[in-house]
């Protein structure tokens, strides 16, 4: 009874590199999706998915890629981390659009 | 430009007071209102939620309040207890067009 997990649950990084994290949920639910928290602007979401194979930008979706190869992985790469993405990132995924269900969150910092 | 602005940012409540919580939109596009409750070092948790078709939904000791022609949403939490304390966020869904957005988020404090 995982639910939806993610890793690291931290992670230091510096500026430049590449960094992956990774988003696991084991309802089968269609729909994945990635938030950053910011204190002062709530939740804004980079990327989602409805389904394997199909993906589309949210709010904030520069300097971040995703794939979606299989219905229960939605890893979120950054490509060349920035300090502005030092930040809280949240999983989420639903059956449809309506209830998400949120992973317990990825704290990231980029140096 | 916020989708979604909400009020105030923190509010502090003796326990046993009603706890309120205000959203306002602009576009009358979105299909669904629902609200999330955080608790420190967790992902937010669905609370409640309404349609816009509907103007008041209650859930125990919480609901929402809707006023279509207003574009404004909110929560009350009703006979608030410590265990209340959280982090609540409104957000506002458009389903055909795949939009998200969730309000900035109302830290509350209630006092025993």
């Known amino acids: 009874d995982a639910g939806i997990t993610q890793s690291p649950r931290y992670k230091i990084t510096e500026t430049g590199r590449q960094v992956t994290l990774m988003c696991h949920q084991t309802?089968?639910?269609?729909?994945m999706f990635w938030y950053r928290q910011d204190l002062g602007h709530g939740l804004r979401l980079i990327y989602y998915?409805?389904?394997?194979?199909?993906?589309d930008k949210g709010e904030v979706p520069d300097g971040y890629v995703v794939s979606r190869s299989k219905t229960e992985n939605f890893p979120l790469t950054l490509e060349s981390a920035t300090r502005s993405q030092t930040s809280v990132y949240f999983c989420?995924?639903?059956?449809?659009?309506?209830?998400?269900?949120f992973g317990p969150g990825t704290r990231l910092l980029v140096l | 430009q916020q989708q979604v602005k909400q009020s105030p940012q923190s509010l502090i409540v003796q326990k046993g007071g009603i706890s309120i919580i205000n959203c306002a939109y602009e576009?009358?596009?979105?299909?669904?209102f629902p609200w999330y409750q955080q608790f420190p070092g967790k992902g937010p948790a669905l609370l409640i939620a309404?349609?816009?078709?509907?103007s008041e939904k209650k859930e125990g000791r919480f609901t929402i309040s809707f006023n279509k022609s207003a574009k404004q949403f909110s929560l009350h939490i009703m006979d608030s207890q410590p265990g209340d304390s959280a982090t609540y966020f409104c957000?506002?869904?458009?389903?055909?067009?795949?939009?998200?957005?969730f309000g900035s988020g109302t830290k509350l404090n209630v006092k025993p």
């Open positions: 989420a995924s639903s059956v449809r659009e309506e209830t998400q269900y």
């Open positions: 309802w089968s639910h269609s729909y």
């Open positions: 998915s409805a389904a394997a194979d199909i993906t």
């Open positions: 576009n009358t596009a979105f299909d669904y």
């Open positions: 309404i349609r816009p078709d509907v």
């Open positions: 957000a506002a869904i458009i389903y055909n067009f795949n939009k998200f957005y």
